[in-house]
């Protein structure tokens, strides 16, 4: 059932001002896509997702083109090893023959996220199933920690004991991270908390869904609830800045609040929900995605009513003014999801 505070009709010119030809633009100069950055993987990843979710919601071929137009782009993206490229110029050539560890997550995300979907085209399903194919055998190999993290959501997607059995593995690897830099009240996989931090979680409790090994949700449950004294202590939702961070023994950064924080605790806190049955977890979903619509520590709404662009973020000084790829992924997909659930 569809909460009653989401029923406008969701506005998304934005979406294809920000994609042409070739994918989603990375940036945009206020409402104007900036070929200047030109595209990325990371974006066109989650773009896909995007694409596959506002798909089955509204049935409309326009959205169909886009993830048409999102799929050509990360087939492109992958090199002879089976990896990804990540950042591209406005002339569509790459600047790198290898991108990070974290794209390569995201990519493993979209990728088993389109194969299970109903609604993905049977032709992109066997098409990525080439590409996955290729991709997994370095998913055991993977060192950074939201590269991991990505790559177990994506592969709770998939049915079979492949995919089981490198969750497990994966997970596993997670919570020898965390055990290593527990310390007291600090509950954490790193000595910092960063950016995407929400993922670190989500994933166990992902995990924890497939195996349903007891340890990986309580690993997840208690670092979330630590996370959560952070971004929730005045009330509302507010990310770890990103200028600075917080470092273990220190203070969190106020600044700059990210648009990619408030989706990914939104998915979080509807995964625990949906393994644990705690309707406390939907409370929490609805307060991340809040965030966007001005329960901030600016009281500033991020969603530009003429576009339905999302801002990039909020600042000292207030907002944001661009309006680039991942904010507008970001609150698309939070928006989606959070109107698909009766709260």
Known sequence: MVSSCFKGALKDDHIFRMTDDTGMLQHSKCSIPD????????????ALIMALMLYERYKDKKYLDLVYRYSSFLLNAQNEKGKFKNFMSYDRKWLEDEGSEDCFGRCIWALCFAISNE?????????FSYILEKAMPHISNLYAVRAKAYSIIGLA????????????????????????HRDGDWKWFEDIVAYCNNVLPWSLISAYRITKERKFLDVAEESLEFLERVTFKNGYFKPVGCKGWFLKGESPAEYDEQTVEACEAVLTYCEAYEATGDKRYLQKA??????YEGANSKGIRLIDSETGGCYD????????????????????????????IDI
């Open 35 to 46: 070929p200047n950055f030109g595209y990325t993987t990371d974006d066109n990843a989650r």
């Open 119 to 127: 609604y993905t085209p049977l032709g992109i399903k066997h098409g």
């Open 157 to 180: 997607h998939l049915d079979g004991e492949e995919p089981k059995s490198l969750i497990y593995e994966t997970a596993r690897s997670l919570c020898c991270k965390y055990e290593e």
């Open 286 to 291: 609805k307060r991340s995605h809040a965030w």
């Open 313 to 340: 973020g909020l600042t000292h000084d207030g907002v944001n003014l661009n309006m680039g790829a991942e904010s507008l992924v970001s609150y698309i997909i939070s928006y989606l999801k959070i109107s698909d």
